[in-house]
């Protein structure tokens, strides 16, 4: 059985840092590509980050434009985890985010194979 659970949200106030943990197992972790989407109150789920894994290590990132220079997705093959650090928080970054796994390389929330319960983020003004 697959699961990826997240943690590591909380309440920060704006210009915090927060480090995004996702814990995965049941699934070849290492043949996965990976990635991180958020959902704020009343909004489409939305794509934050994904990364390429080519076996060896990330060889390839790609951000939204309104995380990008703020946010780092990185993974630790030999625990299973993905982890997003976030930087100069806002309150714009309130939002349920949620990591998800695929075989592909791709930034479509419907592409993905598989999704964690998510963990909230809020950002103070």
């Known amino acids: 059985q697959v699961q990826l659970v997240e943690s590591g949200g909380g309440l920060v106030q704006t210009g915090a840092s927060l480090r995004l943990i996702c814990a995965a197992s049941?699934?070849?972790?290492?043949?996965?590509?990976m990635g991180w989407f958020r959902q704020a109150p009343g909004k489409e789920r939305e794509f934050v980050a994904v990364?390429?894994?080519?076996?060896?290590?990330?060889?390839?990132?790609y951000y939204a434009d309104s995380v990008k220079g703020r946010a780092t997705i990185s993974r630790d093959n030999a625990k299973t985890v993905l982890y997003l650090q976030m930087n100069s928080l806002k309150p714009e970054d309130t939002a349920v985010y949620y990591c998800?796994?695929?075989?592909?390389?791709?930034?479509?929330?419907?592409?993905?194979?598989?999704w964690g319960q998510g963990t909230q983020v809020t950002v103070s003004s």
């Open positions: 998800a796994a695929d075989r592909g390389f791709t930034t479509k929330a419907e592409e993905y194979d598989y």
């Open positions: 990364s390429r894994w080519n076996g060896r290590t990330i060889d390839s990132a």
């Open positions: 049941g699934l070849p972790f290492s043949i996965y590509n």
